[in-house]
């Protein structure tokens, strides 16, 4: 590349930067990442989820989108200067967005791209979580976000965090009966959908290894009449297992136990999503059960090019 179009093109990066941190910063939704400003209880915990649900509407909106575009428009530039080992897509919910991590470092995403860096493994990390976001919305946004369809089509890895909210909406519309029947009732529904969405992300990629991970139980404590809420929440995490391993390259990462530790605390004011902490635990779990993934592509690409008879550097 010449000189003169190298320099413009790095012009036209710096001037991305600029225009798109002022509009960032002018314009983002300043509550991105918090939670409920009422803390949960047996009594009050119809009113925290309507915060929760709120919230989740309100940051949907267009500043997110002009976010995004943005930074997809800044690293199809900056791809030109800058070549990381790997690319991994995070999509989903506010799990994947970082939701109630009082440190805003991205929650569990921030931290694995940190230490994944920290161990050499040079990674770029699209983050498109969006909180709320139950598995129809996610199978909406695969349709119509080129954004998300390209980041996933280049991916060598894809990180998913989808049914909370699927689970929350049952508890919302059937707060003052609810019973083990409701979920049942779901239970097909929500297993036709996400059966969508990796059908979808197969066919725009069907060589990137997908990991599932799970959910946690968020109510806890607040439901003691429906004495089978763990093992619901159970089953639905098995359907999701049964989903991702259906494909060759499709795993689950659990993290339900994680939430399960009493001496420490991982939620967030809300009792919902997890703190920093609670991020930082999941970004270990996530860690261990990805390593083994990157040091194949990493070897099947020396094999490649050995093969190719072109000696690295």
């Not at 590349?1 to 910063?25: D, E, Y």
């Not at 983050?127 to 954004?147: K, P, S």
């Not at 390209?150 to 989808?162: E, F, G, M, P, V």
């Not at 946690?216 to 429906?226: I, L, Q, S």
Request: hydrophobic share 35%; proline share 2%.
């Amino acid at each position: 590349m010449k000189r003169r179009k190298k320099m413009a093109l790095i012009s036209l990066v710096l001037i991305f930067l600029i225009v798109g941190g002022l509009l960032f910063f002018i314009f983002r939704p300043t509550s991105s990442n918090q939670t409920t400003t009422t803390e949960p209880d047996s009594e009050n915990i119809d009113q925290v989820l309507e915060q929760v649900e709120n919230m989740d509407e309100e940051v949907a909106t267009a500043t997110n989108d002009l976010s995004q575009n943005l930074r997809d428009a800044v690293e199809q530039t900056l791809g030109v200067f800058t070549q990381h080992d790997y690319h991994i897509t995070a999509l989903g919910d506010s799990l994947t967005q970082g939701v109630g991590d009082e440190t805003n470092n991205d929650g569990y995403i921030g931290i694995l791209e940190h230490r994944l860096n920290d161990l050499d493994y040079q990674v770029n990390i699209d983050n498109y979580g969006r909180r709320g976001n139950r598995t129809d919305q996610l199978l909406t946004r695969l349709e119509e976000e080129n954004g998300l369809k390209r980041s996933i089509q280049r991916a060598d890895l894809i990180l998913i965090t989808i049914g909370a909210n699927d689970i929350m909406r049952i508890v919302r519309e059937n707060f003052l009966d609810l019973n083990e029947g409701v979920f049942d009732l779901e239970l097909d529904d929500y297993q036709q959908r996400l059966t969508s969405v990796f059908e979808t992300i197969h066919s725009y990629n069907d060589e990137a290894e997908i990991y599932l991970i799970g959910f946690f139980n968020p109510f806890e404590g607040y439901f003691d009449d429906v004495e089978a809420l763990d093992s619901i929440l159970t089953e639905w995490n098995e359907t999701g297992r049964t989903i991702v391993e259906h494909y060759p390259n499709g795993h689950f990462i659990p993290i339900e136990d994680l939430f399960q530790i009493n001496e420490v605390n991982l939620l967030a004011d809300d009792n919902f999503h997890p703190n920093g902490t609670g991020y930082s635990l999941m970004a270990s779990r996530i860690l261990f059960a990805i390593i083994p993934a990157l040091d194949e592509i990493a070897e099947e690409r020396e094999e490649a090019t050995n093969a190719q008879g072109i000696s690295l550097e």
